[in-house]
């Protein structure tokens, strides 16, 4: 039979029946007999040789075991004793193990020692994934789906999840344009973060893992813990939300039970928490528009019109464009519009306004124009029916406009009893005219006005008998017969 043999590391294979034995024990005395040289001969049998495992721990040395299982077996059962109660988390240990083998003689292990030293050094936690808002941890997940999915709902709240989703679908390379939109619609091209948001791998105890609701809460509102104040003595709504950097309206939201005239109680709790969002949902969103071109007004100047006088050369028309916007909004507000193509459909057509710079004569020329469009002298000055007439009459006309006989400034414009309507002009050159009964008035107390402008129409108000102008003249505040002045 045929043993292996190791000497200084060297093996080879040696016939060790008992007369070879016998005959290399008295070979082996003549030799040392022979030259003085001792030699020991040294034999090892299958059975004193074995591979054992030094066993580390994160790089630090726990112990000698006979056979890997030993350890894995520990560990696996540690593993399962863990997910029995938290049945839909993937367990595994923190600590990285590690094995070295070696053949030795005549091993000794030491199995329980080393499942002993297991037990204080290896601990069991969950494989989580850690997400992060910029340098900030958020939480912990049990896997990356719900991760994934808690931010999507987050996202959520301003924007259709099944956008996000289509949109984290596409190549984030590559942005679809406006071009396909119709106007009036509009188009969601991005949902992202106002910060960086990072997911990594990481093991965890099972307390530590958030759910999806705490996630979406301190996303929201940027702490899982509200802040109540205590009412004390002499506390007023104001004074609290001055207290905590709030206004009256953000208590009163935080508070819906309150309103502005409620009494408070001494020990009454108000939340006083100021939330904030520990991070933006920035949308992004494409648009095409159609709105109005506004017309630019032109003003020409025409001395042949007197001035204050305007009149319209050429009506204004809005002009139309399409607009391409690109609108951000940040938690659902907008925060900013930008447009980014224009195209015009119609051109707007500028308004043309003649306007006059003729100077407005406020002195009578001394020359009287009839106050009428024609007509007929009903009624003359002088005696009439018993008391004296301190005009003429005129009626019989078809264009009832009255006209100013001559230069001068309107110094009354309104109802005088008897006169009904009535206009009083001072010609400056010591001239004054009336013009009574008028239906209406086309000017007011102030105005200059040249000779033949529209000054009222013609009617029958006041002490009237039918449809005439009543016009009288003064000189120097002498009446005076106005048909010598025509």
Do not use: C
């Not at 099944?162 to 590559?174: A, D, G, R, T, W």
């Amino acid at each position: 039979m045929w043993k292996n043999k190791k000497d200084f590391g060297l093996t080879k294979q040696v016939d060790l029946t008992k007369n070879n034995l016998n005959f290399i024990k008295k070979t082996a005395i003549s030799t040392v007999l022979g030259i003085g040289v001792t030699y020991s001969v040294v034999y090892a049998n299958d059975f004193q040789v074995a591979t054992v495992y030094h066993v580390y721990v994160d790089g630090e040395h726990v112990g000698t075991v006979d056979d890997k299982s030993v350890v894995e077996t520990y560990v696996n059962n540690q593993i399962k004793a863990e997910g029995k109660e938290y049945d839909d988390y993937q367990f595994s240990i923190d600590e990285e193990i590690t094995y070295v083998s070696e053949r030795v003689f005549q091993p000794k292990t030491e199995n329980d020692s080393v499942i002993k030293q297991l037990e204080d050094e290896l601990s069991v936690k969950v494989n989580a994934i850690e997400v992060k808002i910029g340098d900030e941890v958020l939480g912990y997940f049990k896997d990356m789906t719900t991760a994934k999915e808690m931010l999507d709902a987050y996202k959520a709240n301003y924007v259709d999840l099944n956008i996000v989703k289509q949109l984290e679908s596409y190549n984030p390379s590559v942005r679809q344009a406006t071009g396909n939109l119709s106007v009036g619609s509009s188009k969601i091209v991005d949902v992202s973060f106002s910060e960086k948001v990072s997911l990594s791998e990481q093991k965890v105890l099972p307390n530590q893992i958030f759910s999806e609701d705490k996630a979406l809460r301190l996303l929201e509102k940027g702490t899982l813990e509200d802040k109540i104040y205590a009412v004390k003595e002499g506390d007023v709504l104001g004074k609290i939300a001055a207290t905590y950097n709030l206004t009256l309206a953000d208590i009163l939201e935080l508070n819906p039970s309150l309103s502005e005239d409620s009494v408070l109680q001494i020990g009454q709790e108000i939340n006083v928490t100021d939330y904030e969002p520990l991070v933006d949902v920035i949308v992004m969103k494409e648009s095409l528009e159609e709105e109005e071109i506004d017309y630019e007004t032109k003003v020409e100047e025409s001395d042949e019109m007197y001035r204050g006088d305007t009149k319209v050369k050429q009506k204004g028309r809005e002009g139309l464009k399409k607009v391409s916007y690109s609108t951000k909004l940040v938690n659902g507000k907008v925060s900013s519009k930008e447009a980014l193509k224009e195209t015009i459909i119609q051109e707007p057509v500028t308004k043309i306004v003649v306007k006059g710079t003729k100077i407005i004569p406020s002195r009578g020329t001394g020359e009287f124009t009839w106050p009428t469009v024609g007509g007929t002298i009903t009624s003359q000055m002088g005696l009439r029916w018993g008391a004296v007439h301190k005009g003429l009459d005129i009626a019989g006309v078809s264009d009832r406009t009255i006209k100013a006989a001559d230069n001068g400034v309107v110094e009354f414009a309104g109802w005088d009893g008897g006169y009904g309507n009535k206009v009083v002009i001072d010609h400056r050159n010591g001239y004054k005219t009336i013009y009574a009964h008028m239906s209406a008035l086309s000017v007011g107390k102030g105005d200059t006005v040249p000779k033949g402008t529209r000054i009222g129409t013609m009617g029958t108000t006041g002490d009237s008998t039918g449809v005439h102008l009543h016009f009288e003249v003064y000189k120097n505040g002498a009446r005076v017969n106005p048909l010598e002045l025509f």
